[in-house]
């Protein structure tokens, strides 16, 4: 595992320090590795929905009914 040192403003080395210190992680590197996932995830997230926003766009209109996109979206959420 690679190690880093970094430096941090007062305010988020506090915050961090406070989530150490309230158990809901076993250290400051634990939290920094947990951000870095989330942010990493959320990102992926988001090139993942460009695509398909893009598939969207490139695919042209739809010719079915509102209802009938409607019907399909709840149907995709069940």
Known sequence: MGRQSI??????????QER????????KSELVNDLIRQE?????????????????EESGYSKKTKDEILALAK????
Not at 7 to 16: E, F, G, I
Not at 20 to 27: I, Q, R, T
Not at 42 to 53: N, T, V
Request: no cysteine; glycine share 6%.
């Open 75 to 78: 149907n995709g959420l069940k």
């Open 7 to 16: 430096s941090l403003t007062d305010p988020n080395d506090n915050w961090l």
């Open 40 to 56: 990493r995830k959320r990102q992926e997230s988001i090139a993942l929905l460009r695509l398909e926003l893009i598939k969207g």
């Open 20 to 27: 150490v210190a309230a158990k809901e992680y076993a250290s």
